[in-house]
């Protein structure tokens, strides 16, 4: 059972940055890290978690369009890491951020499409 855990999350003010990062563990026999795809969503107060973007199995990278431009994905395979830099954060940033794998090349942009979970990292961002 693959097992993700972020950390990294915490209160900053805005225009600041963070990074947080996921370990992944427990990959499935014969599976390295880089057969995942490895996604962040985050989910604010009283809304539905969203999808904030991916490193693919193929190594390409996908944002959402309100993070492309601040937030950079990068990867470390030999460590099962993938880690989220945030910079430029605005308080509509604050969220609980997650991370999800997949075991495909494809990346869903819906949560249903991840079988893995982080348990989440709280991010807020102050004005």
């Known amino acids: 059972q693959v097992q993700l855990v972020e950390t990294g999350g915490g209160l900053v003010q805005a225009g600041g940055s963070l990074r947080l990062s996921c370990a992944a563990s427990g990959l499935a026999s014969g599976l390295t890290f880089s057969r995942y795809s490895m996604a962040w969503f985050r989910q604010a107060p009283g809304k539905e978690r969203e999808f904030v973007g991916a490193?693919?199995?193929?190594?390409?990278?996908l944002y959402t369009a309100s993070v492309k431009g601040r937030f950079t994905i990068s990867r470390d395979n030999a460590k099962n890491t993938v880690a989220l830099q945030m910079n430029s954060l605005n308080p509509e940033d604050t969220a609980v951020y997650y991370c999800?794998?997949?075991?495909?090349?494809?990346?869903?942009?819906?949560?249903?499409?991840?079988?893995?979970w982080g348990q989440g990292t709280q991010v807020t961002v102050s004005s």
């Open positions: 490193s693919t199995w193929g190594g390409g990278l």
């Open positions: 999800a794998a997949v075991n495909t090349i494809v990346v869903p942009r819906t949560t249903t499409g991840y079988p893995y």
